[in-house]
C-alpha cells in the first residue's frame, strides 16, 4: 500500500481544489450597530446549472476512522460545490484530487484543524469525511435538486493515511 503524506492546509495549497473557509485574513465588517462583526464572502457557493438546482444546508455527523486510515474510494459532485464547515474543534483529514477525469497521481491530501473549513469546488474528487480523534458535526451546504449529484470510484490501489503523518504535518 502506497503513503500520501498529509499537507497542512491552507488557501494557497488548496486553492485548485476551491476554498479553505477561515477568519484569519478573511474580509470583514461590523454590522448591526457595530454589536455583529460580518466575515464576508468565505467560500463561493456553487449549485451548478439553471435546473432546478437550490442550496441545502445539512449537518453531517462525522465518526473517527479506525488508524491508520485507507483510502480506497473517491467521490464528486458534477453539479454543484458542497462546503463542510465544522461546529467544534474537530480535527479532520482532506483528500482531494482535480475536477475531472480522475487521475490518481492528482492526490493530494490536507490536515484540517477545528477551525477551518473547506469549500469543494463543483467537479473536485474528494474522500468523504474523516474525522479523526472524536464525533464531530459539520454544517455542509451543497445542492439539492432531482439530478443525481455524486459519482464515486474505486481506486486502482489502496492508499494509507497515518495518524504518524497526520501529527508531522499539523
Request: contains cysteine.
Amino acid at each position: 500500500m502506497k503513503t500520501l503524506t498529509l499537507e497542512p492546509l491552507t488557501r494557497a495549497a488548496f486553492a485548485p481544489f476551491g476554498d479553505v473557509i477561515e477568519l484569519d485574513g478573511a474580509r470583514h465588517f461590523p454590522i448591526n450597530g457595530g454589536t455583529t462583526e460580518r466575515f464576508h464572502d468565505l467560500a463561493k457557493v456553487d449549485i451548478g446549472p439553471d435546473d432546478g438546482g437550490r442550496p441545502l444546508i445539512n449537518v453531517f455527523r462525522g465518526q473517527p476512522r479506525p488508524q491508520p486510515v485507507e483510502i480506497s474510494m473517491m467521490e464528486r459532485h458534477p453539479l454543484g460545490s458542497q462546503a463542510f464547515l465544522p461546529l467544534g474543534d474537530v480535527k479532520y483529514l482532506v483528500v482531494v484530487a482535480p475536477a475531472g477525469e480522475f487521475d490518481p497521481a492528482g492526490l493530494r491530501a490536507f490536515y484540517a484543524e477545528g477551525w477551518q473549513g473547506v469549500n469543494y469546488a463543483r467537479g473536485v474528487w474528494h474522500h468523504p469525511l474523516i474525522v479523526l480523534d472524536r464525533e464531530g458535526d459539520f454544517i455542509v451546504v451543497d445542492r439539492g435538486g432531482s439530478q443525481p449529484n455524486c459519482d464515486e470510484i474505486d481506486l486502482p490501489e489502496r492508499l494509507v493515511l497515518s495518524r504518524a503523518t497526520a501529527a508531522q504535518a499539523g
